[in-house]
């Protein structure tokens, strides 16, 4: 079992950066698939970038260029580098960790890109 805690969230205006984090708890954090994930008011879960065990990534077409995923396994910990954040990228952004079948998320951290 793994759990997940996201921090690093926060107002910021158009043109900002932000750095999400997200720690997990439990062994074994380096086979584990890890994602950020994003929902935006009244909207539904997207995919925003992933990174495998392995360090592939994929991003979504609406953040590449902008966005870098990364993961220190050494500090359990997987990062979302966000620049040039736009007010479309307002959203609750969640962690995700996944290993064959199994999926755990964290609870999610709020980003607001407003002037």
């Known amino acids: 079992q793994v759990q997940l805690v996201e921090s690093g969230g926060g107002l910021v205006q158009p043109g900002g950066s932000l750095r999400l984090s997200c720690a997990a708890s439990?062994?074994?954090?380096?086979?584990?698939?890890m994602g950020w994930y994003r929902q935006p008011p009244g909207k539904q879960v997207d995919l925003v970038a992933d990174i495998s065990s392995r360090g592939t990534t994929t991003y979504a077409d609406s953040v590449k260029g902008r966005f870098t995923i990364s993961r220190d396994n050494g500090k359990n910990t997987v990062y979302l580098q966000m620049n040039s954040l736009k007010p479309d990228d307002t959203a609750v952004y969640y962690c995700?960790?996944?290993?064959?079948?199994?999926?755990?998320w964290g609870q999610g951290t709020q980003v607001t890109v407003s002037s």
């Open positions: 995700s960790a996944t290993w064959g079948s199994s999926r755990h």
């Open positions: 439990g062994a074994n954090f380096r086979f584990y698939a």
